[in-house]
Nanobody, 123 residues
Framework: VQLQASGGGLVQSGDSLRLSCEAS????????MGWFRQAPGKEREFVAA???????YYIDSVKGRFTISRDNAKNMVYLRMNSLKPEDTADYYC??????????????????WGQGTLVTVSS
């Protein structure tokens, strides 16, 4: 089982990026999938999640700017990031939540993790 995140890069403030997370080894169509980020010197924080029924959740700081989506046929999860700010700079990780948990903000409930993809936003 593997989650492979991609799409990070160096952009300027106000630009957009789309992160992708490709899952392999099993279907994740019935798992809640999430994106987390970790900035240098800070703890990993929840960014967004999407349930198996496509219900979405976001931290307040990205609401209206970021959009999480999924394509179960392709076993893919995406994070569209618009109006990027320097404070969005971080390593971004995709994750699959274990069954039976509803606390989508808690990293401890996610048991599948991809490697990070670095997003750097310059001012």
């Amino acid at each position: 089982v593997q989650l492979q995140a991609s799409g990070g890069g160096l952009v300027q403030s106000g630009d957009s990026l789309r992160l992708s997370c490709e899952a392999s080894g099993r279907s994740f169509s019935t798992n809640t999938m999430g994106w987390f980020r970790q900035a240098p010197g800070k703890e990993r924080e929840f960014v967004a999640a999407i349930s198996s029924g496509a219900r979405t959740y976001y931290i307040d700081s990205v609401k209206g700017r970021f959009t999480i989506s999924r394509d179960n046929a392709k076993n893919m999860v995406y994070l569209r990031m618009n109006s990027l700010k320097p404070e969005d700079t971080a390593d971004y990780y995709c994750a699959g939540q274990a069954y039976g948990y509803s606390d989508y903000e808690s990293a401890a409930t996610y048991i599948y993790w991809g490697q990070g993809t670095l997003v750097t936003v310059s001012s």
